[in-house]
């Protein structure tokens, strides 16, 4: 995080200069349009919770995605993965996965 300088969290987001903040700054952020005081900052991180590296997506086990959710049994899967059963109601084809992960085009 640009701001306060920690390494992990749930959320990576956006400062409005561009730089990458963590979700409790940027939700300080949102919330009193200023920047989170660095005394704030926790001291100790959640050793129990798994790291984004080892997370696999429980449908089409991929590794990469830039938000992980969870399906009705509670397994992790991939942001693709998740949208496509919340709009069709069923899991996603694997044969729909693709290698690389397309950004919308927003103006």
Known sequence: CSNCGTTTTPLWRRAPNGETICNACGL???ARNTLRPVSLKRLYAK????TNDSLVCANC????TPL???DEAN????NACGLYYKLHNVHRPV???RSTIK?????
């Open 28 to 30: 300080y952020l949102k």
């Open 47 to 50: 050793k129990s919770e798994p």
């Open 61 to 64: 086990q991929t590794t990469t």
């Open 68 to 70: 992980w959710r969870r």
């Open 75 to 78: 397994n992790t899967i991939c």
């Open 95 to 97: 044969t729909m996965k």
């Open 103 to 107: 950004r919308r085009k927003r103006v």
